[in-house]
């Protein structure tokens, strides 16, 4: 077994495959220090407060590589300078290494505007302000949607929600004042109605029903009637209906009559006017605490009687009237007392 081993056969053919390996192995790093640029090592040059065109060509030259990071703004350097450099300058890399630029924008990263179009100005400025834009001017118009918010201009132009602009740009925001009152109503006949339309809305109010003569919904029919009448005064944000036809509204005057006598009113001017006097109330009126006078009854008197003598003549009878005393308030009547007649006396005779 050893001698097998030790034949010289063997010998050759296990130098041969060891010589074979360290060939390959000092081939492949060979290959790899020359693939790798192994030793061969470029300082960083230093390119800091130079403008990112200036050292991405020193970077070109040198035979390096770049990558830009735009860094947040900030307003005490120059716009497209370079801020920061990485590796340090100084350091050495091998050829071709991307070395990171950190440059200062142009301008402030852009935002998204929020959507707080018909929304309570108050809240609207909140949230404009948490997103970093900065309320301008405010301009208010008059409008039915009172302290809500009717749009946003940036640099004149309204701009749409999740628009893009630089950070704390500075925007006008236009607010609803209020409707405006007794605005007087235009004359739309004879208008088509996509006309009608638009003069409906420049001035302040909205299109209610639109009913089509013949029912095709076309927009350049004419407008023979409308509801309220032209002329009338009315607050901004009112409905005016329309009636529209292919017809003209001279063709249509049993039609316009008809609206008429369901839409316009007529005052009959012949009657009297109505007057309309004041009542007083007297439950309103203040009630005099004063209590009647107290009622005194009458004392019943007594009749005096005259004295009788004895005399041979019949003693007559008198009817004594006793007047009683009157009331404090005089609402007792007079009464009369009459004296009942007594009998007469017998005789006395005397011997």
Same mark, same amino acid.
């Given at each position: 077994m050893l001698k097998s081993l030790f034949n010289w056969k063997v010998l050759v053919n296990l130098a041969v495959a060891i010589a074979l390996f360290v060939g390959l192995v000092w081939l492949t790093f060979r290959?790899?220090?020359?693939?790798?640029?192994?030793?061969?090592?470029?300082? =960083?040059?230093?390119?800091?407060?130079?403008?990112?065109?200036?050292? =991405?060509?020193?970077?070109?030259?040198?035979?390096?590589?770049?990558?830009?990071?735009?860094? /947040?703004?900030?307003?005490?350097?120059? %716009? $497209?300078?370079?801020?920061?450099v990485y590796p340090a300058p100084g350091s050495r890399v091998k050829d071709g290494r991307a070395i990171t630029l950190k440059v200062n924008p142009r301008? +402030?990263? %852009?935002?998204?505007?929020?959507? =707080? *179009?018909?929304?309570?100005?108050?809240? #609207? $400025?909140?949230?404009l302000d948490q997103v970093g834009l900065k309320v301008g001017d405010t301009i208010?118009?008059?409008?039915?949607?009172?302290?809500? =918010?009717?749009?946003? *201009? $940036?640099?004149?132009?309204?701009?749409?929600?999740? /628009?893009?602009? %630089?950070?704390?740009?500075?925007?006008?925001?236009v607010v609803g004042s209020g409707p405006m009152r007794n605005i007087t109503i235009p004359n739309l006949?004879?208008? /088509?109605?996509?006309?009608?339309k638009?003069?409906?809305a420049r001035n302040l109010f909205d299109v209610g029903i639109v009913e089509y003569e013949d029912g095709g919904n076309d927009d350049s029919d004419i407008v023979y009637y409308q509801d309220p009448a032209s002329g009338d005064a009315r607050d901004q944000?009112?409905?005016?209906?329309? +009636?529209?036809?292919?017809?003209? %509204? #001279?063709? *249509?005057?049993?039609?316009?009559?008809? *609206?008429?006598?369901?839409?316009?009113m007529r005052v009959d001017t012949t009657l009297a006017p109505i007057r309309y006097e004041e009542v007083p109330n007297f439950e309103d009126a203040p009630m005099n605490d004063v209590s009647p006078p107290p009622v005194?009854?009458?004392k019943p008197t007594t009749p005096k009687t005259s004295a009788t003598t004895t005399t041979s003549k019949p003693v007559s009878t008198k009817t004594t009237e006793v007047k009683p005393k009157a009331s404090s308030d005089n609402t007792s009547k007079q009464t009369t007392t009459k004296v009942a007649d007594k009998p007469k006396p017998p005789k006395v005779t005397i011997q």
């Open positions: 290959w790899l220090e020359y693939h790798t640029n192994h030793g061969q090592e470029i300082p =960083v040059p230093n390119v800091v407060n130079k403008s990112v065109h200036d050292a =991405v060509k020193i970077l070109e030259d040198t035979g390096l590589d770049y990558e830009v990071d735009s860094a /947040t703004y900030n307003p005490k350097y120059r %716009p $497209f300078q370079v801020l920061q301008s +402030w990263a %852009p935002v998204a505007v929020p959507d =707080v *179009l018909n929304k309570y100005s108050g809240l #609207a $400025f909140q949230r208010f118009e008059p409008s039915i949607q009172k302290d809500a =918010v009717l749009r946003i *201009l $940036f640099k004149g132009n309204a701009i749409k929600p999740g /628009t893009k602009i %630089p950070r704390f740009s500075i925007i006008d925001v006949v004879g208008l /088509t109605v996509k006309d009608a638009a003069y409906i944000g009112m409905q005016i209906d329309l +009636w529209a036809s292919k017809k003209t %509204p #001279a063709e *249509l005057r049993d039609r316009i009559e008809q *609206l008429n006598s369901m839409y316009r005194v009854t009458p």
